[in-house]
């Protein structure tokens, strides 16, 4: 049976937080969902209350905070099941991908996981999904073969290219606009090792070590992921010695192929300046969150992003490097390659003529407001505007995620379809308290 905790009542708190710190939900009712049934009681009683309604499973990608209304919390929902024949893997609305990872490793089986395995499996794809393997495979929204969803009015819709070809299109890429997704069914790949890990290199050359690493990036292979971030590490223990307290530029790879192969990729690399820090090996695929360490405990942090066809280092290192006014993690993530085609069922993942991702992190730790470091950002993308496309959905989260930056996301007559569309399904825009597409204004 569905359980509700009101606020002030015990475990509100524990329920209501997550990764994304800098934005706070305080709802009046948080529906704890286990199954499909309690997201559809959940979306019911939204509707007929017409109050607005969060999802949350892990809040890695918290946007707008929800101030009343509803939040519905999937992460009890991690069942996971791999079709070793089929090679897809079914996966519940709350299942991290460390969760599937672990299924699928012992069939040598992989899906399009990221960065971060912590991170919510179901949000990834539904947002579009850059992957480690995404060079070789596309974007994980375009391998999702099936969705379970509860649409704004309720309904517990199984939605394929077949039997619901517009909602399909919509919830790949449109994430949660359109309902809550209760599980997905997606494609798996022959991956069970991967060569990856991180070249660190002193910040003193950082200019150098882009330039390097740009011209490499022009005739890789596409099982080979990489991105290079520019960054002051903390002065903390936890931080290996050589890169502690230091500003460094790291460049993460991760081949999907024979470790010799990938070394000999490598070697313009490890030849173009002295590392600081090498963690290159052959691991299982099961380990890939090691290669980016991306940290685990909730963070407020202002995450915003550009996709480009084209970067200029020089602009770059002026606006984001060691002395710009905040600190700025800066990512280039290299793009191409199976991201660059078509996907075999359209999705409304959009700008797929990107190279390059240029995404940028600042924590709020107080110490700056919100507003500062977003100019700052601003001018970091401001100075790469001859290369810029758009935006990546998944990189957009906290306050910087505004209803101008979500449709910069899409392409625009796509963004008018995704507005056409949430007219039909969601005319209230009960579920607004996310990286919102408001209704069109008439269909
Ligand atoms: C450290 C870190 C590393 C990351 N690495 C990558 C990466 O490599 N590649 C990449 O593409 N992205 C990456 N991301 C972005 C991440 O994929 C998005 O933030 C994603 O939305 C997180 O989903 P979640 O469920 O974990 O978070 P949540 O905050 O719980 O959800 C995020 C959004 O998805 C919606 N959502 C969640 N579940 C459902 C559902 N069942 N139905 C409908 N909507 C739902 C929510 O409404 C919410 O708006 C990273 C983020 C972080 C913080």
Redesign the pocket.
């Known amino acids: 049976m569905t359980d509700t905790i009101r606020r002030g009542e015990a475990g509100y708190d524990e329920e209501r937080t997550?990764?994304?710190a800098a934005v706070e939900h305080r709802p009046d009712l948080i529906y704890t969902a286990e199954n499909a049934a309690d997201i559809g009681a959940a979306v019911e009683f939204a509707a007929a209350h017409r109050l607005p309604v969060?999802?949350?499973?892990?809040?890695?990608?918290?946007?707008v905070p929800a101030s009343g209304g509803v939040l519905i919390s999937?992460r009890r929902m991690t069942g996971v099941r791999v079709h070793k024949d089929a090679r897809t893997a079914s996966f519940g609305?709350g299942a991290r991908w460390d969760q599937v990872i672990d299924e699928c490793a012992p069939h040598g089986l992989a899906p399009l996981s990221?960065?971060?395995p912590h991170?919510?499996a179901?949000?990834?794809t539904?947002?579009?999904?850059?992957?480690l393997l995404s060079r070789q495979h596309g974007y994980a929204a375009d391998t999702v073969r099936s969705i379970e969803v509860v649409t704004p009015d309720g309904v517990l819709r199984t939605v394929t290219a077949d039997t619901e070809p517009d909602l399909f299109w919509t919830l790949r890429g449109g994430?949660?606009n359109f309902g809550?997704?209760t599980g997905l069914e997606v494609e798996l790949f022959p991956v069970a090792r991967l060569y990856g890990g991180g070249l660190s290199y002193s910040g003193d050359r950082a200019q150098f070590i882009v330039d390097t690493y740009l011209s490499w990036t022009e005739a890789l292979p596409e099982p080979m992921a990489s991105s290079l971030a520019l960054a002051r590490f903390p002065d903390l223990p936890v931080i290996p010695e050589p890169i502690r307290g230091r500003y460094v530029a790291q460049v993460r790879i991760a081949y999907a192929g024979e470790p010799g192969e990938g070394a000999e990729l490598l070697a313009p690399l490890r030849a173009a300046a002295p590392r600081l820090l090498e963690t290159v090996r052959d691991m299982p695929y099961a380990q890939s969150g090691s290669i980016h360490n991306?940290?685990v405990e909730p963070v407020a942090t202002c995450n915003t992003n550009v996709l480009l066809r084209t970067l200029d280092s020089a602009a770059l290192l002026e606006h984001a490097g060691p002395d710009a006014p905040v600190p700025i993690i800066a990512e280039i993530r290299h793009l191409g390659g199976a991201l660059a085609r078509p996907p075999a069922v359209p999705s409304a993942v959009g700008h797929r003529d990107a190279s390059y991702l240029l995404s940028l992190v600042t924590p709020l730790d107080g110490s700056t407001g919100f507003e500062t470091v977003d100019a700052a950002h601003h001018r970091v993308h401001d100075g790469q505007r001859r290369g810029v496309t758009g935006r990546a959905l998944?990189?957009l989260?906290g306050p910087a995620a505004t209803v101008d930056r979500v449709r910069e996301a899409y392409e625009p007559e796509d963004h008018r379809r995704l507005q056409r569309l949430k007219a039909q399904y969601d005319p209230d825009n009960l579920f607004r308290l996310?990286?919102n597409i408001p209704p069109a204004a008439s269909v």
Do not use: C, I, K, M
């Open positions: 997550g990764f994304q969060a999802v949350q499973a892990t809040g890695h990608g918290r946007s999937t609305a990221g960065s971060a991170v919510g179901v949000g990834y539904l947002g579009g999904g850059l992957g994430r949660d809550v997704v991306d940290p998944n990189f989260s996310n990286h």
